[in-house]
């Protein structure tokens, strides 16, 4: 072994709370060679993204159970809300300061020696290795052929930059700002981050280490689930081409096969309604050839009769080849609607073929030490004295139909310091000095609650963009403490720290942003900001 210190690195989890996250840190936390062989991350960031409870923000859910591994290796959690695995490891390695970022699935396994490899792997870099892939074993039965769904996770073992087990360098991340969070799904978002990496002149390898990535039990109906991953396929086009698939490495897909599948169906129904038997029988029969001939293609790799559980399997395939050609079709359809922004479209799901990060459309902003002078636990209007410029600041952006929303903790209720109708009253205040403002979002509670509103969980920040319509990635977090900032994080939106005496500076060092005054931060944001089409909101204009 090399006497050569070891890299540092952060590694990155994100979950929805699967009960194999332990069993990951088991096995981290048991990698040979103990603490004191250099080998082990520098930082650890655990990303829950277990959606809220009923949506609501402001409900204390129930922590992490992260076990004694995740105690000894001094993890730490970040509240992301249910937002995909994108915008999860985002807010992840946006919460490290390492050189490198190790993101690895909350279901795999790390190997006897997979931490000596990974120091061999970044220590072997060369300067322009933007990230390294790890090897996938995904382990299978030997005593019968694998399911659908067992095979389906095999190929995750020759899929390219697959984030199961992939570093990434800081730099590289940084420069392409990190994951696209207009992919909702663990699919192609990997894809896509590899594809920009590699454009922005960063080489991508393999590396030496191998983890092992067990099947997860799977519910039926997941073959028919996964089929809105073309939706996904639809953004991927958009974002970068015909030619993506050949670029990404992903195989061709089906979907031309079942298009044709689809087509041959509307053929039957439109014979039948017409009341010619004879084009509803030729429409039927090409669409019963083909639907047999994808079960035919599932069944034949898998359990054969005799074999437990072919009678379910071959249930289970039976019924879902019917089905998924219309699923992966209708799910095709709603994706080019969302990239391209047909009517009927959800607004929040548009992506478009504009690159990543999109304009930023929105500036939220935190109350006491911001946009006014702090006065602990104030409840008196008359108290209230605006920072310098801001209402200047505001004006600006008002003028531009930036929408503008508040983001403030104000534990005093909490602690029985202040009424609702004090901060109301302070609110009231603020707006009739400073301009509108499109919405406010106050948390009410103190630390000890564990809601997940207050900052710098992310909470009033999502509340914020949801009020105004527009995604979190579209809007900026402008406040005077750490908290801001990791709320911002926590909900992808882009922070800015305005320092005051009571922000310390280790706040101040970690910040990705800091600017001397409001009217500086605004300034800072200016060639980011975009008026969202289409709004004259609150908020916007005075």
């Avoid at 799977?218 to 970068?240: P, V, Y």
């Avoid at 439109?270 to 004879?278: D, F, I, S, V, Y």
């Avoid at 922004?341 to 902003?365: I, K, M, Q, T």
Wanted: proline letters at 8%; glycine letters at 12%; charged letters at 25%.
């Amino acid at each position: 072994m090399s006497d050569a210190p070891a890299t540092p690195y952060a590694v990155v989890v994100p979950t929805v709370g699967r009960p194999s996250l332990q069993r990951l840190f088991e096995t981290l936390d048991g990698q040979a060679g103990g603490p004191w062989s250099g080998h082990r991350p520098a930082e650890v960031v655990v990303a829950d993204d277990r959606p809220t409870t009923h949506g609501r923000w402001d409900v204390a859910d129930r922590p992490l159970d992260l076990g004694a591994a995740g105690d000894r290796l001094h993890a730490r959690v970040v509240r992301t809300g249910g937002r995909g695995p994108a915008a999860a490891r985002n807010a992840g390695w946006r919460s490290t300061s390492s050189p490198w970022v190790v993101f690895l699935d909350d279901d795999v396994e790390l190997p006897s020696g997979w931490a000596e490899l990974l120091a061999a792997d970044l220590g072997e870099a060369w300067p322009r290795t933007g990230g390294i892939q790890g090897r996938l074993h995904v382990p299978l039965p030997d005593d019968r052929r694998p399911t659908d769904a067992e095979r389906g996770t095999a190929g995750l073992q020759d899929a390219a930059w697959a984030t199961a087990d992939m570093a990434y360098r800081r730099s590289a991340l940084e420069e392409v700002s990190g994951f696209d969070e207009r992919f909702p799904r663990a699919y192609r978002e990997d894809a896509d981050l590899a594809l920009r990496v590699r454009d922005a002149g960063w080489d991508l390898v393999r590396g030496t280490r191998t983890t092992v990535h067990p099947v997860r039990p799977t519910a039926d109906g997941a073959s028919l689930r996964a089929q809105r991953g073309n939706r996904d396929d639809a953004t991927m086009r958009a974002l970068h081409g015909p030619a993506w698939r050949e670029r990404a490495a992903t195989g061709r897909g089906l979907l031309r096969r079942h298009a044709v599948t689809v087509a041959a169906a509307g053929v039957a129904a439109a014979g039948a309604l017409a009341r010619r038997p004879a084009v509803a029988a030729a429409g039927a029969a090409a669409w019963a050839g083909l639907t047999l001939d994808l079960l035919r293609r599932r069944v034949v790799p898998g359990p054969r009769p005799g074999d437990e559980g072919f009678g379910a399997e071959l249930r289970r395939m039976a019924w879902t080849s019917a089905a998924i050609p219309f699923a992966a079709v209708g799910h095709r359809i709603a994706g080019e609607a969302a990239v391209r922004g047909w009517p009927g479209a959800r607004a929040g799901s548009r992506a478009g073929n504009a690159p990543w990060p999109p304009p930023l459309a929105a500036v939220l902003l935190d109350r006491d030490g911001t946009l006014v002078h702090d006065v602990p636990y104030n409840g008196d209007p008359d108290a209230v004295r605006p920072t310098t410029g801001a209402r200047e600041a505001l004006d600006a952006l008002r003028t531009r139909g930036v929408l503008l929303g508040v983001v403030t903790n104000q534990s005093g209720v909490g602690r029985g310091l202040l009424t609702r109708d004090q901060v109301a009253a302070v609110d009231a205040r603020v707006e009739e000095l400073l301009g509108p403002f499109g919405t406010w979002q106050v948390c009410p509670h103190t630390p000890e609650h564990g809601c997940a509103c207050r900052k710098p969980a992310p909470g009033l920040v999502l509340a914020a963009a949801a009020a105004l319509g527009v995604p979190p990635w579209r809007c900026a977090v402008i406040g005077d403490v750490g908290a801001d900032v990791r709320a911002a994080v926590a909900a992808g939106a882009t922070p800015v720290l305005v320092p005051t005496p009571v922000t310390r500076q280790a706040e101040v060092e970690a910040a990705p942003l800091v600017a001397p005054d409001l009217p500086a931060a605004v300034g800072a944001l200016k060639d980011r900001l975009v008026a969202p089409a289409g709004r004259a909101r609150g908020g916007g204009a005075a």
